[in-house]
């Protein structure tokens, strides 16, 4: 066996280095991705739970609440909502019929990474006749 043989029977220094650093740049990729999808998980996560929360809290307007102008608020779970209630005026002003009212739903809540997020949900609702 020669010399020359012994040289090329291995991985050089150079081919080492560059074969690690791509798969530092690959590792690095995945892991911003995957953490990427996990922060995005967890953010449609919370937005789910606030969204059920105001709407919970727009049904139970004239059902478990009298549907009358007025401020509410509270917290479910974490999650702290504001209700607003108020009139909803038209050029007749006074119709027959039930009235209708304007009602909105600010929910905020404290996201996993710290954060602060809120939504708001507005409708119109008609009081019910007796």
């Known amino acids: 066996m020669n010399a020359r043989e012994d ?22 990729i995945l ?29 139970a307007l004239g059902v478990e609440t009298p549907l009358a102008a007025g401020e509410q608020e509270g917290s479910e779970g974490g999650i702290q909502w ?4 108020r009139r909803y005026r ?7 019929g039930p009235k209708a009212f304007w009602a909105t739903v600010t929910v905020t809540w404290r996201e996993k990474r710290g954060g602060r997020r809120s939504l708001h949900l507005t409708t119109l609702k008609l009081e019910r006749i007796q």
């Open 7 to 28: 040289s090329e029977a291995g991985f050089t220094l150079v081919e080492t280095l560059i074969a690690l650093i791509v798969m530092i740049v690959v590792t690095t």
């Open 31 to 59: 892991y911003r991705g995957f953490s990427g999808g996990l922060r995005a998980a967890s953010t449609a996560e919370g937005t789910e739970a606030a969204l059920l929360v105001g709407q919970s809290r727009l049904a």
């Open 82 to 85: 504001h209700v607003a209630v």
């Open 90 to 96: 038209t050029s007749d002003n006074e119709t027959a």
